[in-house]
């Protein structure tokens, strides 16, 4: 019996350990919060960022609303030991003047696995149009 009660000890905290690693995550990733400014047009930026996002494989558009400057995707690699798919990330453009158009990371997307290379790509895309 106390061989058998071990064993399941063991594999319950080995089945613990993925399921803590999201929370941990959240804490120790650094946050990119920094926002880019660009000399665009609001729509133009708009386009830009949604074609940068549509270049991903494992990311997924899931939600747009150009009028309040939002685009959410969902990380579509499905993986049981790091619950990828449950990332989301959400993207806000904003209007910064008449021939500037700014984005950024919302707060809650600021610490989410595989956000900063979503804002390297988008800031790839838009600075080909500068």
């Not at 990380?75 to 500037?100: C, F, G, P, Q």
């Not at 997307?109 to 600075?127: N, T």
Request: proline share 4%; hydrophobic share 40%; aromatic share 6%.
């Amino acid at each position: 019996m106390g061989k058998s009660r071990s064993f399941f000890c063991i594999l319950l905290i080995l089945g613990m350990v993925p399921a803590t690693g999201c929370s941990l995550n959240q804490k120790l990733l650094p946050a990119h919060d920094e926002v880019l400014i660009y000399p665009l047009p609001y729509d133009l930026t708009y386009l830009r960022t949604m074609e940068a996002l549509e270049t991903f494989s494992e990311w997924a558009i899931e939600e747009t609303e150009k009028e309040k400057g939002i685009l959410r995707a969902r990380n579509v690699h499905y993986s049981s030991l790091d619950d990828a798919d449950k990332r989301l990330v959400t993207l806000l453009i904003k209007r910064v003047s008449r021939r500037e158009t700014s984005i950024a990371l919302a707060p809650e997307s600021q610490r989410v696995l595989g956000a900063e290379k979503i804002m390297e790509r988008v800031a790839q895309f838009l600075s080909r149009e500068v």
